[in-house]
């Protein structure tokens, strides 16, 4: 039973309701037959109380009389089949019928006597302190000469009531639950009858929800269901012209989408993507089918596009960015621009690739800022170099050759930056073939160890290598990588002081995310570290964390160290501890299972 059927919602309701008016009408009947019993129960003792009261009259109630007193007491007690008890004055029990007078405390505390000694006369419904028993009490008062000289009391348990009420209790509670049954019977019956119709019109309205616009509801009742049913049946004839037009409209739209050279997306007024296109798909590389209806933060996954939504929604007003795709070096101008009319409250953001251009123009603003700031030291010196030497230090031969040697170590320094300068030029636009082939990394590990290990042992640092055996090979450009992993072993070298350790590390990988099997090579050093404010832009060119530590070079090692494993399709990222050391990594994708390798040359 579902709770959530209007059948039993109608049917539930009406059967609580009659249970519980059923229920209200037995507790009350219950009730009043209790307080009228209770009530001819009082008239009856009060009746047989004043009979009493005639018949002692003539008696003193004093200690003197008590035998006679209590004698009575059980005789009347007898006789009227109730308790009979005789009171002084002063509330001492001179004669009862049911316990032993003797052991029964004064009574003058007792609620029946203290309202007759107030009021004349005294009732109370109780528990009795003498049986333990609920019984009502009434007290008649005897007076001679308008002298009061006894009381007359007598009680009678409510056992015989209490016994009347529960048998009525239990005739109403039968009669309760056999009219419910009948009452809940007859009421799943109406509901079945009455929601049938409704049913049926709920589910022809679903068969047309789900796109079988041909369904045609119809009832053959007059009343408000059929009417109902009339309203649906013309509902889903305009739908179906409704959806016809839709249709049209919509396949207007997808071929104005598909010729668009942006990418296009539309977001609700909750945030939801409503719409996309193919360029879309391929600039934030999404799918359509996969992406409708989701945040616009689970598709493009970029605070700066989702606060540029966030802002057009709140003001109403177009607004524009420029900004980088992370990952896919993408340079993009997004405008999101609010609608309104039957799409109001809904953002139309529009992608425009600036790649192009972009990348020309900050080439060359990065070409004159960078180069500018690296040009600065060297040319400074050769300018003092040489003014020193013009100023009398040729006529110093010794002093002159120190300075030519510190002339051309600049010209080396100058010379360098040119060439990465070229280098990462020609790497950046593409010009550099990237030949790809199957060898062995073992091979890429022992070739950049054995280049740099003497260098590392002028700098009295240990180098070595660790790779499994089984290692599989790579598909790649073996002189690029190694380039790759020099540049980042020359790094090592650099930042770590005598003494110290560096570890070239290649080990098998699966890339559960992309599904590619890999393998990650890792240079690991003890060097001074890196700062976690730094660690994020180290592979930018010219940047350097620490230039009073740099140990001199251009800054641009790692750039173009991450600009050759992108080209291979691999990814490069650095973890570090200050004063700890830093590792360096970078991944390439692995041959095709079957394929041999080559093994590493000792």
């Not at 002063?90 to 004669?95: C, F, R, Y």
């Amino acid at each position: 039973m579902s709770f959530h059927s209007i059948r039993w919602r109608i049917a539930f309701w009406f059967a609580l309701f009659y249970i519980i008016a059923m229920a209200g009408l037995g507790v009350f009947l219950a009730n009043q037959v209790r307080v009228n019993k209770l009530q001819d129960l009082e008239n009856q003792l009060t009746t047989e109380a004043q009979m009493l009261v005639k018949v002692l009259e003539p008696v003193d109630f004093t200690e003197a009389n008590i035998p006679t007193l209590d004698e009575a007491a059980h005789t009347w007690g007898q006789t009227l089949n109730a308790r009979v008890t005789l009171i002084a004055p002063d509330g001492t029990v001179l004669g009862e019928s049911d316990e032993d007078r003797a052991g029964m405390d004064n009574h003058l505390t007792r609620p029946e006597v203290i309202e007759v000694l107030e009021t004349g006369s005294g009732s109370s419904l109780r528990l009795s302190n003498t049986t333990g028993l609920d019984t009502l009490y009434i007290a008649v008062p005897i007076t001679r000469a308008g002298q009061m000289t006894g009381i007359v009391r007598v009680g009678l348990p409510l056992s015989e009531v209490e016994a009347i009420v529960n048998s009525f209790s239990q005739m109403i509670v039968l009669s309760t639950v056999i009219t419910s049954i009948f009452a809940i019977l007859l009421a799943f019956y109406l509901a079945e009858r009455t929601t049938r119709p409704l049913r049926q019109l709920t589910e022809d309205t679903r068969r047309i929800t789900q796109g079988e616009i041909n369904v045609h509801p119809t009832s053959t009742t007059t009343d408000e269901v059929g009417e109902l049913a009339r309203a649906v049946n013309q509902m889903a004839q305009k739908l179906q012209e409704q959806i016809q037009d839709i249709e049209t409209e919509r396949g207007k739209l997808g071929a104005i989408l598909r010729q668009m050279t942006s990418a296009v997306i539309m977001v609700d007024p909750q945030g939801r993507v409503r719409l996309l296109n193919a360029v879309a798909e391929t600039m934030f590389g999404v799918e359509e089918a996969e992406n409708l209806g989701k945040s616009l933060v689970e598709v493009l996954r970029h605070h700066q596009l989702v606060e540029l939504w966030q802002t057009c929604k709140a003001s109403k007003e177009s607004q524009a960015l420029a900004l980088e795709l992370p990952g896919k070096r993408l340079f993009i101008q997004a405008i999101a621009s609010p609608l309104d009319g039957l799409l109001a409250g809904h953002v139309l953001l529009v992608f425009q690739d600036l790649t192009r251009v972009r990348r020309l123009e900050t080439v060359r603003q990065d070409f004159i800022s960078n180069i500018s700031h690296e040009l600065r030291t060297p040319l400074a010196s050769l300018k003092a170099l040489t003014e020193t030497l013009i100023d009398g230090a040729l006529e110093d031969p010794p002093a002159a050759r120190r300075f030519l040697t510190r002339i051309e170590t600049e010209v080396d320094s100058l010379t360098q930056i040119v060439q990465e300068l070229l280098e990462l030029s020609r790497i950046e636009s593409g010009r550099v073939p990237i030949q790809f082939q199957k060898f062995d990394p073992r091979k890429l590990v022992i070739g950049a160890c054995e280049r740099l290990r003497l260098q590392a042992e002028r700098a009295e640092l240990t180098i070595k290598t660790e790779y499994p055996p089984d290692l599989p090979a790579v598909m790649a450009d073996p002189p690029r990588m190694e380039q790759v992993l020099i540049n980042l072993i020359h790094n090592a070298i650099k930042f770590t002081p005598k003494g110290g350790l560096i570890t070239l590390h290649a080990r098998p990988h699966y890339n559960a995310r992309t599904g590619n099997n890999e393998v990650i090579f890792e240079v690991r050093d003890t060097g001074v570290g890196i700062a976690t404010d730094d660690l994020p832009r180290i592979f930018e060119r010219f940047y350097k964390a620490d230039r009073s530590r740099s140990g001199g070079g251009t800054g641009l090692g790692l750039a173009i160290a991450r600009h050759l494993v992108e080209a291979h399709k691999g990814r490069i990222w650095a973890e570090s501890t200050e004063r700890k050391g830093s590792t360096f990594y970078f991944s390439l994708l692995a041959a095709e299972e079957g394929e041999g390798t080559q093994k590493p040359k000792k």
